[in-house]
């Protein structure tokens, strides 16, 4: 069995359709030169992906879409807050929100797309 100690740059070739329902993305990958392994050698992989740290998620159902803009509407004190956000990352479950919110404000998750902006809320934490 031949061993290679030295990495081999590969390259994505195409890259997975966005929101498919029910299916995994799958990304086609190739070797950025030639390569001459044989054909079925195991490799193992290592992807670099983007770490984002101290990011703020939301659930992705919190986003509501208003023409191209996202739209998150916040519990400002006893009134609804619309904010337009700029997203970046995001999967099934939750999205990064890159500008429009900040860490620690509440973004309201239940009922959102029919709230008006400044209508009247109420505000009920969990107990810790």
Do not use: C, K
């Amino acid at each position: 069995m031949t061993s290679v100690t030295e990495p081999i740059r590969l390259v994505v070739a195409t890259r997975p359709a966005a929101g498919v329902a029910g299916s995994d993305p799958i990304a086609r990958l190739q070797f950025a030169a030639g390569s001459t392994l044989p054909v079925d050698t195991r490799v193992d992989i290592e992807i670099d992906g983007e770490e984002h740290v101290d990011a703020v998620l939301v659930p992705a159902d919190a986003i509501v879409r208003s023409g191209n803009q996202s739209v998150v509407l916040v519990a400002a004190g006893e009134r609804a807050e619309r904010r337009v956000v700029t997203t970046g990352l995001a999967d099934a479950d939750s999205v990064e929100i890159v500008s429009g919110v900040a860490i620690g404000e509440l973004v309201i998750t239940r009922g959102q797309a029919g709230l008006a902006d400044g209508a009247a809320i109420s505000v009920d934490l969990p107990r810790p």
